[in-house]
């Protein structure tokens, strides 16, 4: 009789096993990427922004100021594209393009703080259940999901990289 064939089983169990959770992971991430799209849309609707008008809002609060072509970068948006998503949030008092002092041609865009509130608002339910799912895990956890979360992100900037190369 083979003496590895019970090591191979042991190991072909471990590896649909692993493969299982995997696929776990995928279609978890898939699913709360669906309930995130849904609910950029219901406060997009109730703030009157178009679901990309939010979703840079929501890059200029996090990394603005910043310059209208590294915004359109960021949000995978093309320049002429950007800049109506811009005169939008612009007249809807959400945001303020000022001149870039590095470069007096250039122009930075920026939230208007005093709005942010409204969307934080709207997104207090998600934050507050978010807080009781946390507080469900140890502190260790919390490090390795954010981590893993921070990977699995940079992972899908660089598909779509990928894909906007090619």
């Known amino acids: 009789m083979d003496s590895t064939l019970p090591g191979a ?6 590896a ?19 309930q995130m799209a849904l609910l ?28 209208p072509t590294a915004l359109a970068k960021r949000a995978g948006l093309h320049p002429a594209t950007l800049t109506g998503v811009l005169d939008r949030l612009e007249r809807g008092g959400w945001v303020v393009r000022t001149p870039n002092p590095g470069d007096r041609r250039a122009v930075l865009v ?11 608002f709207l997104f207090s339910g998600l934050n507050s259940a ?9 502190d260790t956890d919390l490090v390795m999901i954010a981590d893993f979360l921070l990977r699995t992100a940079r992972a899908g ?3 779509t990289d ?3 190369e090619g």
């Open 157 to 159: 900037r660089g598909a």
């Open 40 to 67: 950029n849309h219901q406060v997009g609707a109730h703030l009157d922004l178009r679901d990309a008008d939010l979703e840079c809002l929501d890059l200029v609060s996090r990394y603005g100021p910043i310059g």
């Open 110 to 120: 920026q939230v208007i703080k005093e709005k942010e509130a409204e969307v934080a």
């Open 130 to 138: 978010m807080d009781d799912v946390c507080a469900e895990y140890e």
């Open 16 to 34: 649909r096993r692993r493969k299982r959770l995997n696929n776990r992971i995928k279609d978890g991430l898939r699913d709360l990427s669906i």
């Open 162 to 164: 990928e894909l906007a």
């Open 9 to 14: 089983a042991s190991a072909a169990a471990t």
